[in-house]
């Protein structure tokens, strides 16, 4: 059993990490885990806890919260009339295949690998988020037969390799496809559902080498990361969609972007040894 004395920080980290992971939720519609995920690899790094798979336990725990947040999100988006449920149940399979996929692949890579495949992912997001424009268009609909079939497990795949849920793939590829951003970011609530369930599932059977792993960590989830956090955001999201509401959140989106792309940047000199 650790002593007080180490637990406390990371505590009091977690703490911190959670209440500003819920407000930039609320604030800019950015899913928790692209915040979490470095966040968690930097605190629990700094606390002592730096292995081999440490990456992995980041990713899991980050997405342990996003079943919870999303299951909040697709039920309120839901009593809003939000959510396509067509879009939900006909990318579901695909998406939870991939999602399945995506947790044996990082089950089995370094942790090293995996801050690069963050790395490159978020700088990809931090881009579009930074020059993105709404009017860009692949489709008039979201895709159907064989793309449908290659696209989303794809989006599964790769957010599970960063730990995230359905809304930093899902809204793009939907708003992109015509799909009303409204609607897009009700869908994608259920995306990161679908994404994190199996994936989280699969992630408590991985074995983490206990000399490495943070306090109470059961299979690759920390379970006091997972507790804190999800009080944390489910306290301060709502203060970020009143801050949305006060004030124009696109600015604040562009500087986000580059903060994540400063992330991403410092990621990948550490997965190169830097």
Not at 147 to 166: D, N, Q, T, Y
Not at 234 to 244: C, D, E, M, R, S
């Amino acid at each position: 059993m650790p002593e007080f004395s180490a637990i406390w920080p990371m505590a009091l980290m977690l703490m911190a990490i959670g209440g500003f992971a819920g407000v930039l939720a609320g604030l800019l519609g950015v899913g928790g885990g692209i915040v979490l995920v470095p966040a968690f690899f930097y605190a629990f790094a700094s606390l002592g806890y730096e292995g081999p798979q440490l990456m992995q336990v980041c990713l899991a725990t980050s997405l342990a919260t996003i079943i919870v947040t999303s299951i909040r999100s697709v039920l309120s988006h839901n009593k809003k009339g939000a959510v396509d449920w067509e879009i939900l149940k006909t990318w579901a399979p695909g998406i939870a295949l991939g999602a399945i996929l995506g947790m044996m692949v990082a089950s089995s890579l370094r942790s090293t690998t995996l801050q690069g495949i963050f790395g490159c992912l978020a700088i990809v997001i931090g881009l579009y988020m930074g020059f993105g424009r709404s009017e860009w268009r692949l489709g008039q609909a979201m895709p159907k037969g064989i793309l449908r079939a290659v696209l989303s497990p794809v989006v599964g795949f790769l957010s599970v390799l960063m730990g995230i849920g359905g809304g930093s793939f899902g809204v793009p590829l939907m708003s992109l496809y015509n799909t009303p951003i409204h609607r897009a970011v009700a869908t994608a609530a259920g995306f990161g559902v679908i994404i994190a369930v199996p994936s989280v599932a699969g992630f408590l059977l991985v074995d983490i080498d206990p000399a490495t792993r943070p306090p109470f960590t059961v299979g690759a989830v920390n379970v006091p990361a997972f507790l804190l956090v999800i009080a944390m955001t489910l306290t301060t999201a709502p203060l970020g969609v009143k801050l949305a509401h006060a004030m124009d959140p696109k600015p604040l989106k562009r500087v986000f972007a580059v903060f994540l792309t400063l992330i991403a940047v410092n990621m990948l000199r550490k997965a190169l040894g830097w």
